[in-house]
């Protein structure tokens, strides 16, 4: 079974443009988490989508955005970046069940300057 | 606020040596506890906890949780070169994914030859 995909891998933007990063889950898996990480806060939770609803969000602004499709693919946004948005975002997914690991994406390297 | 705290940040022992991480929760609503090893990009998972006192093993590799004492720890033995990595250890609160998961920062574990 393939696992988590993401892309792009490596991205580079400058202050103030938006970005767009894509994740495609373990395929039955319905469920789609996004996270930040960075060295001083370690990872963060982003938000999580399951049927194409946002089910909860993590302490970020409201610049944070993301949105799941039909297929359980899901986007997340960044509008207005700032150079403290520069980390690694990864990506994770599970099935729909009650404790069920989490199983992470290779992660896109945003560098914003 | 919820918290996962980890111990050592950082561990430098020779291959052979056996090491023992550390990770201590606060959360409301805990379900399970996820420890994670990180190599270069995605954390690949290792072990999820549900129950205490229960010791999930895989190879060298072993944990076990303490609801009581609200900590787990993660033992190592015979530790290679291979096993270079940050350790991360992760709560989560709602067993649906709703909620995120919690990370500590990690341990950065170096084994020298």
């Known amino acids: 079974k393939a696992g988590v995909t993401q892309t792009p891998r490596y991205l580079i933007k400058t202050r103030g443009q938006q970005v767009t990063l894509s994740c495609s889950p373990i395929s039955g898996h319905r469920s789609v988490s996004w996270y930040q990480q960075t060295p001083g806060q370690g990872l963060q939770f982003l938000f999580e989508?399951?049927?194409?609803?946002?089910?909860n969000k993590g302490n970020f602004p409201g610049r944070f955005s993301g949105r799941q499709f039909s297929n359980s693919r899901s986007e997340m946004n960044v509008s207005t970046l700032e150079l403290g948005d520069s980390a690694l975002y990864l990506c994770?997914?599970?099935?729909?069940?009650?404790?069920?690991?989490?199983?992470f994406g290779p992660g896109t390297r945003l560098t914003v300057t | 606020e919820d918290k996962v705290v980890q111990s050592p940040l950082s561990l430098v022992v020779h291959e052979g040596d056996t090491v023992t991480l550390n990770c201590s929760y606060e959360v409301t609503n805990f379900r399970s506890l996820l420890w994670y090893k990180q190599e270069k990009k995605a954390p690949t998972f290792l072990f999820m906890l549900t129950s205490s006192g229960i010791e999930k093993k895989s190879g060298r590799l072993s944990s076990i949780l303490d609801k009581k004492e609200l900590f787990s720890i993660l033992n190592i033995t015979a530790t290679q070169t291979g096993d270079s990595a940050i350790y991360l250890c992760?709560?989560?609160?709602?067993?649906?994914?709703?909620?995120?998961?919690?990370f500590g920062k990690g341990t950065h574990l170096i084994i020298q030859p």
């Open positions: 994770a997914s599970r099935p729909l069940s009650l404790s069920y690991e989490q199983y």
């Open positions: 989508y399951f049927s194409e609803t946002q089910r």
């Open positions: 992760a709560v989560d609160r709602s067993g649906g994914g709703a909620d995120g998961l919690t």
